[in-house]
């Protein structure tokens, strides 16, 4: 069988384990079971093996406090939360909602975390977040103009807009700060 459906079976046997309406007399060998069928994956993708890690927190989440876990699983749950969704697959998805036990304010900008992503055949090191916003405005006689929207790297609470030719034609400094 594939990792795929050895993933299926993996995660319809945890669906069973948290079924209320079976007998629980036999939660043992719905664990059991649980724990056999996410163990049957030895190796694969990187993205498999994220979702079988979070498969393996949610099991034993079946049985004891989500404030017991231990803490490398709690680790490995923070690690997978703050990856790409679109490269860290399903996995990343169900850390981040476990990971709302400890943090319940937490957010992600997937933009952000995937962008790195984007260039595989290029460095991406040097990624100027702030290049990458642009504001359209409409000016008074509702012809549409493209403005570019960046941030004053000396003053983290100053925004400029500039014209096409990078003429600065309006700057805002903000009285508050935002912290992330």
């Given at each position: 069988?594939?990792?795929?459906?050895?993933?299926?079976?993996?995660?319809r046997a945890?669906?069973?384990?948290y079924?209320?309406?079976?007998?629980?007399?036999?939660?043992?060998?719905?664990y059991?079971?649980?724990?056999?069928?996410?163990?049957?994956?030895?190796?694969?993708?990187?993205?498999?093996?994220?979702?079988?890690?979070?498969?393996?927190?949610?099991?034993?989440?079946?049985?004891?406090?989500?404030?017991?876990?231990?803490?490398?699983?709690?680790?490995?749950?923070?690690?997978?939360?703050h990856?790409?969704?679109?490269?860290?697959?399903?996995?990343?998805?169900?850390?981040?909602?476990?990971?709302?036990?400890?943090?319940?304010?937490?957010?992600?900008?997937?933009?952000?975390?995937?962008?790195?992503?984007?260039?595989?055949?290029?460095?991406?090191?040097?990624?100027?977040?702030?290049?990458?916003?642009?504001?359209?405005?409409?000016?008074?006689?509702m012809?549409?103009?493209?403005?570019?929207?960046q941030?004053?790297?000396?003053?983290?609470?100053?925004i400029?807009?500039?014209?096409?030719?990078q003429?600065?034609?309006?700057?805002?400094?903000?009285?508050?700060?935002?912290?992330?």
């Amino acid at each position: 069988m594939q990792n795929i459906g050895k993933l299926r079976e993996a995660e319809r046997a945890i669906n069973l384990l948290y079924d209320i309406t079976t007998n629980a007399s036999n939660l043992t060998d719905r664990y059991n079971a649980a724990l056999l069928a996410n163990e049957s994956m030895l190796s694969g993708e990187d993205w498999e093996m994220n979702e079988k890690a979070i498969n393996h927190a949610l099991i034993l989440l079946s049985i004891i406090p989500a404030d017991s876990l231990p803490q490398n699983v709690k680790d490995d749950i923070g690690t997978i939360a703050h990856l790409c969704p679109y490269v860290g697959g399903n996995g990343v998805l169900k850390a981040r909602n476990l990971w709302m036990h400890w943090r319940p304010n937490a957010l992600w900008d997937d933009r952000v975390l995937c962008m790195p992503g984007q260039n595989k055949n290029q460095d991406h090191n040097d990624i100027d977040i702030d290049s990458v916003y642009t504001v359209i405005i409409k000016e008074n006689n509702m012809q549409s103009g493209q403005t570019n929207f960046q941030t004053n790297h000396n003053n983290a609470n100053q925004i400029s807009l500039s014209d096409k030719v990078q003429n600065i034609v309006y700057t805002l400094t903000l009285r508050i700060a935002i912290l992330l």
